[in-house]
């Protein structure tokens, strides 16, 4: 599983404060472009750049703002509801964050907001006066400028919302054994952590306070964990935590030589390792693992491995962390999934990301067949479409919710039942905590709609 869904899915909203009323939240005027439509993650707002005229704006539901010569690509909504883009007027730039502008640099980075959404970080560059400057940039955190660096990475924010990190380089004045250079340091709520050729960005885990980031000295990396070092070696992947921010894991080795490190521990050597994937109850760390002599892939989990296929994908696993999924190619050259180690057929080209349902007895994907895409629950199929989306279950288990594209249309099918046909599917489908409803947000015509169906037994 990549670094990107982890996050979408432990970012997904919550059923209890989505709305499920459909409701047109927004009207696009005549002779304006909407680009970068976002939908607040309750489904009671809808944004967008608005072009026209020489001129953009943002518009939030029906609502205008201040017109700007530019605003950059991209808006982000908080999870409390807040809307952050980046101007650029006159030369200058700055955020908005709420609806309150900031104040001026040369250019700003996208605002990150805290889990909570009640706080936002962003890099922002004063403009170099010569190619020396260790002083150019800083980071702004909730509207304060804090100090200045050469340089400054993106914000990153821990799982409790307390503190930023972020990595820097620091200038040096030149001298006559060597002239103006710059190092790295990390450096978490504010506070540097060294001096080193590279770092990485921080890694936080996704509850509580803990941290991780990687360093490079001499050709070597290190990780180092709560501001003490771990493993070192040439190559070190990311860290990942487990949701409940008590373990990390990271692969790390050499020349075909790679051991995954679980909390500070090294496990056995492998040819190759792919990132770790961690059990929703933070008790199993899964990775794909290369096979001896490059003759095939498994899956090692816990003390346990599967059987070896030519090609693995990353393991997902239950809410309750007693069953994994895995999707692998059989001998015929086309991919099954494998539940609990019970294998579907092996029919599909490609597969999306899978899904096991909450009660851990279900699977559902989408697989490509004859380059088409159906929706596959267990072994039951959708229609073959053009695009699906990956698929959703519902809380109860009994239902599966997918967005789709079929000649230019995008719609979504639940439990197989198509609904009504829009031009753009704008956001993935949430089922509310009963299952009876289900809620999307969608673009028909110049309209912007949270929609909201009945689902059918």
Same mark, same amino acid.
């Given at each position: 599983m990549s670094r990107l869904l982890i996050c979408a899915l432990l970012l997904a909203p919550q059923s209890d404060k989505v709305s499920f009323d459909q409701k047109i939240l927004a009207t696009i005027p005549e002779g304006i472009m909407a680009k970068d439509i976002a939908f607040s993650r309750d489904g009671r707002q809808v944004a967008y750049r608005a072009v026209g005229a020489g001129k953009m704006y943002i518009?939030?539901?029906?609502?205008?703002?201040?017109?700007?010569p530019v605003i950059s690509d991209g808006i982000r909504w908080s999870n409390s509801g807040k809307l952050a883009y980046r101007v650029i007027n006159n030369g200058s730039s700055f955020a908005v964050v709420g609806g309150q502008p900031g104040q001026s640099?040369?250019?700003?980075?996208?605002?990150?907001?805290?889990?909570?959404g009640n706080k936002y970080a962003y890099e922002c560059n004063r403009g170099s006066q010569n190619k020396n400057d260790s002083t150019a940039w800083a980071m702004n955190v909730n509207g304060q400028k804090g100090p200045d660096w050469a340089s400054c990475g993106p914000a990153f924010w821990s799982g409790d919302g307390a503190t930023v990190g972020h990595y820097v380089r620091i200038g040096k004045p030149?001298?006559?054994?060597?002239p103006f250079h710059t190092v790295d340091a990390m450096v978490i709520g504010g506070k540097m952590l060294g001096e080193f050729e590279h770092v990485s960005s921080?890694?936080?885990?996704p509850k509580g306070a803990r941290w991780a980031y990687r360093t490079f000295t001499q050709s070597i990396w290190t990780m180092v964990v709560d501001g003490k070092s771990q493993e070192s070696a040439p190559d070190?992947?990311?860290?990942?935590?487990?949701?409940?921010?008590?373990?990390?894991?990271?692969?790390?080795?050499?020349?075909?030589?790679?051991?995954?490190?679980?909390?500070?521990?090294?496990?056995?050597?492998?040819?190759?390792?792919?990132?770790?994937?961690?059990?929703?109850?933070?008790k199993t760390c899964a990775f794909v693992a290369k096979a001896d002599n490059n003759e095939g892939e498994y899956i090692v989990y816990g003390d346990r491995k599967t059987d070896v296929f030519s090609r693995v994908y990353p393991p997902v696993f239950s809410t309750d962390g007693q069953h994994m999924a895995y999707a692998a190619r059989?001998?015929?050259?086309?991919?099954?999934?494998?539940?609990?180690?019970?294998?579907?057929? *092996?029919?599909?080209?490609a597969v999306t990301p899978l899904q096991i349902s909450p009660d851990g007895a279900h699977v559902t994907f989408g697989g490509q067949w004859n380059f088409r895409?159906?929706?596959?629950?267990?072994?039951?199929?959708?229609?073959?479409?053009d695009?699906?989306?990956?698929?959703?279950?519902?809380? +109860?288990?009994?239902?599966?919710?997918? *967005?789709?594209?079929?000649?230019?249309?995008?719609?979504?099918?639940?439990?197989?039942?198509?609904?009504?046909?829009? +031009?753009?599917?704008?956001?993935?489908?949430?089922?509310?905590? +009963?299952?009876?409803?289900? *809620?999307?947000? *969608?673009?028909?015509?110049?309209?912007?709609?949270?929609?909201?169906?009945?689902?059918?037994?």
């Amino acid at each position: 599983m990549s670094r990107l869904l982890i996050c979408a899915l432990l970012l997904a909203p919550q059923s209890d404060k989505v709305s499920f009323d459909q409701k047109i939240l927004a009207t696009i005027p005549e002779g304006i472009m909407a680009k970068d439509i976002a939908f607040s993650r309750d489904g009671r707002q809808v944004a967008y750049r608005a072009v026209g005229a020489g001129k953009m704006y943002i518009c939030i539901n029906n609502t205008k703002g201040p017109d700007y010569p530019v605003i950059s690509d991209g808006i982000r909504w908080s999870n409390s509801g807040k809307l952050a883009y980046r101007v650029i007027n006159n030369g200058s730039s700055f955020a908005v964050v709420g609806g309150q502008p900031g104040q001026s640099f040369q250019s700003v980075g996208m605002p990150v907001f805290s889990p909570d959404g009640n706080k936002y970080a962003y890099e922002c560059n004063r403009g170099s006066q010569n190619k020396n400057d260790s002083t150019a940039w800083a980071m702004n955190v909730n509207g304060q400028k804090g100090p200045d660096w050469a340089s400054c990475g993106p914000a990153f924010w821990s799982g409790d919302g307390a503190t930023v990190g972020h990595y820097v380089r620091i200038g040096k004045p030149g001298t006559a054994q060597r002239p103006f250079h710059t190092v790295d340091a990390m450096v978490i709520g504010g506070k540097m952590l060294g001096e080193f050729e590279h770092v990485s960005s921080p890694f936080f885990a996704p509850k509580g306070a803990r941290w991780a980031y990687r360093t490079f000295t001499q050709s070597i990396w290190t990780m180092v964990v709560d501001g003490k070092s771990q493993e070192s070696a040439p190559d070190i992947g990311d860290a990942f935590w487990s949701p409940d921010g008590q373990h990390v894991a990271y692969r790390a080795g050499d020349h075909g030589k790679y051991s995954m490190i679980i909390d500070g521990k090294k496990g056995s050597p492998y040819p190759e390792l792919g990132d770790p994937v961690w059990s929703p109850d933070g008790k199993t760390c899964a990775f794909v693992a290369k096979a001896d002599n490059n003759e095939g892939e498994y899956i090692v989990y816990g003390d346990r491995k599967t059987d070896v296929f030519s090609r693995v994908y990353p393991p997902v696993f239950s809410t309750d962390g007693q069953h994994m999924a895995y999707a692998a190619r059989s001998e015929n050259g086309k991919y099954m999934v494998i539940l609990d180690e019970k294998r579907g057929p *092996a029919e599909f080209e490609a597969v999306t990301p899978l899904q096991i349902s909450p009660d851990g007895a279900h699977v559902t994907f989408g697989g490509q067949w004859n380059f088409r895409w159906t929706c596959v629950i267990d072994s039951g199929r959708s229609s073959l479409n053009d695009i699906i989306q990956a698929p959703i279950w519902s809380p +109860d288990s009994k239902k599966v919710a997918y *967005a789709g594209q079929q000649l230019a249309k995008w719609f979504v099918e639940v439990n197989y039942r198509r609904g009504e046909d829009f +031009d753009e599917i704008l956001t993935a489908p949430i089922f509310s905590s +009963d299952s009876k409803k289900c *809620a999307f947000g *969608a673009r028909k015509g110049n309209e912007l709609i949270w929609v909201a169906v009945t689902v059918q037994d």
